[in-house]
């Protein structure tokens, strides 16, 4: 690999700071104290402990002008307790079980090993949000029986409990499971499986189903009457996902309309393929309580305004921002300013497998690229336990878990 644009060999399975070592001795002790940090290829900071993936990779070492406070190790960060709100089930498998998914069903994926596979998956590349999406394709194309379903969702809990999550919404769209399964085999599934996994790791999830903007409106509404039967059964949203530029939320607006009647809370991807006008149909002509994204909010300084005064929660995702090019680099990502601005900004990742992050890491990039120091780390946990889609005492005994755990860190 290459640290500062020179050569340097380390053995698999080495860690960055192995990787620094090799090129110099002093360098890796400034990473050590905490004087210097390293960053990949585009920038993002990573942790000298982490694994320097594969042969090829690009690391440089910041020497730091002044020597702020300790920085929070990513160790530290995956033992916080943590709430997410904004994460896609099918971008979150497993690339071993989808190998494994692949074989039982016969199905002919890019790569046939984990670390290939993940590869191929990856989003880093993408042009666009809509290249972006095309990696779901893959990921879909095992997940078309009820077993499957029932499986990658229950991972999907032991994953997240893993990484120091207590409650999260994991949402998906049934329709991108027909014809293969009906809508309600298409919730079930996932339902039993996210029971298993909640029974055995004590993380908390909630499931939001996703219409698609580049769908008919019809499906939407269809979508909305089916998941309204599973709302006492683990379903507590509708949104709306996909393709945004040229699909308006407002044709969507029955979909929305039909959920909110039948006591299902509503959150909507917008200002991310799309700008400000987007985010405005999804609250005032969908009802959104919450928006997917928000990144270009700030294109419209009255309508920040308006979510701030009006605390609309904004389900933010740094690494995928950087991956779709909503945002040109991370040190330019809006979040930081909506926070500073009073926003009820939450952290998410969007895509755990396609876009190669924990939550953790999006914390970790949050402290280190972002600024946030330890306290706005905190209220950025609280504000998603806040934000949750819960009934009102089951937020307020979440929020106080979490709390306590905080202040006992
Ligand atoms: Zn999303």
Redesign the pocket.
Known sequence: MFVNERPVSVAPGARVRDAVEQLDHDLAELVGRGAAYVTDGVGRPVDAGDPVGEGGAIFRVVVSARQGAPRLSKELLRRWPKAEL???LDGCLRPRTMLELARVQGIRLPADTPEGLAQALSVKHAKNLEEYLTKYEITLSVMQTAAALERVAYEFVLDAAADGVRYVEV?YSPLLHRPALTLGQAIEAPLAGIKRGEAETGTKVGVIVCGIRTRSPAESLELARAAAEYRTAGVVAFDL?GAERGFPARDHAQAFAYAVQHGMACTC?AG?GDGPESIHQALHACGARRI??GTRLGEDAALLEYVVEHRVPL?M?LT?NLHTHTVPSLAEHPFKRYLDRGAVVTLNT??RLVDGVSLTDEYFLAHTVGGLAQEDLARVVLNACESAFLPEFEKVALVSRVQSELEAL
Do not use: L
Request: charged share 30%.
């Open positions: 904004h994460v896609h949402r996902a991807h991310e997917g994204h389900e995702c995928s969007d895509g």
